[in-house]
């Protein structure tokens, strides 16, 4: 079956641009998160999604990071005036339920994110 | 942010042999993960943890939840080539953290054939 989707796949962007990545679940998975992976680090968490509504925004780095997800389905990550300590592999993942400790994420292959 | 603390950083094996690494944490984990990511792609779940002192295996892999819920350790035997690329464990606090997860900095695992 179909797993989590991620575009673009790779983008380069101007310092100061504005740019938007997509995330397209496993169908009727409930939960959505958002996590932010720098070069030779592990995943940091930025936010998560329970159906339409954004329950958990803590891991946003600053006010220029924006996520919506406004059917419960597709999720889009905004980055607003891009600077280069943006760049990372941004990574989407999805679980069926609410989160419960037992909920596996399945994680899509991410969005590489250059900044120059 | 908060990262779990990972080793070694990266191992160099020979086929055949077998692998641990680590992960301890200063705060408590309801849940353990280990996580295989490969070039390009994101993490994929390898063994889940769910109970204090839980010893679980999947093939050749073999896991355990420290007793005091603040470590965990991943064990593979009998090194293939395929094993080669980044494992990463991760924590999830439970209660109220939405199924959060907190990750370590990863292993490198590099087999030679």
């Known amino acids: 079956g179909a797993g989590v989707s991620q575009s673009p796949r790779y983008k380069v962007a101007k310092r100061g641009q504005d740019v938007a990545l997509r995330c397209d679940p496993i169908?009727?998975?409930?939960?959505l998160f958002w996590y932010q992976q720098a070069l030779g680090q592990g995943p940091e968490f930025l936010t998560y999604?329970?159906?339409?509504?954004?329950?958990?925004k803590s891991g946003l780095p600053s006010d220029r990071f924006f996520a919506e997800r406004p059917e419960g389905s597709v999720s889009t990550l905004k980055i607003q005036r891009t600077q280069q300590e943006d760049s990372a592999v941004y990574l989407c993942a999805s679980s069926f339920r609410t989160s419960g400790n037992r909920e596996t994420q399945y994680f899509g292959p991410g969005t590489r994110l250059l900044v120059l | 942010g908060q990262q779990l603390n990972q080793s070694p950083q990266s191992m160099f094996i020979q086929e055949g042999e077998d692998v641990s690494m680590n992960c301890t944490s200063s705060?408590?984990?309801?849940?353990w993960l280990w996580y295989k990511q490969d070039p390009g792609e994101g993490p994929v779940l390898l063994i889940a943890?769910?109970?204090?002192?839980e010893l679980t295996s999947n093939g050749r892999l073999t896991a355990q939840f420290g007793i005091t819920r603040k470590d965990s350790f991943l064990n593979i035997s009998a090194s293939i080539p395929s094993d080669v690329g980044i494992y990463f464990c991760a924590g999830n606090a439970g209660g109220t953290s939405y199924g959060k997860l907190t990750f370590g900095q990863g292993t490198i695992l590099t087999v030679h054939p």
């Open positions: 999604f329970q159906n339409e509504a954004q329950l958990d």
């Open positions: 169908s009727g998975h409930v939960s």
């Open positions: 705060s408590i984990f309801n849940t």
């Open positions: 943890l769910y109970k204090a002192g």
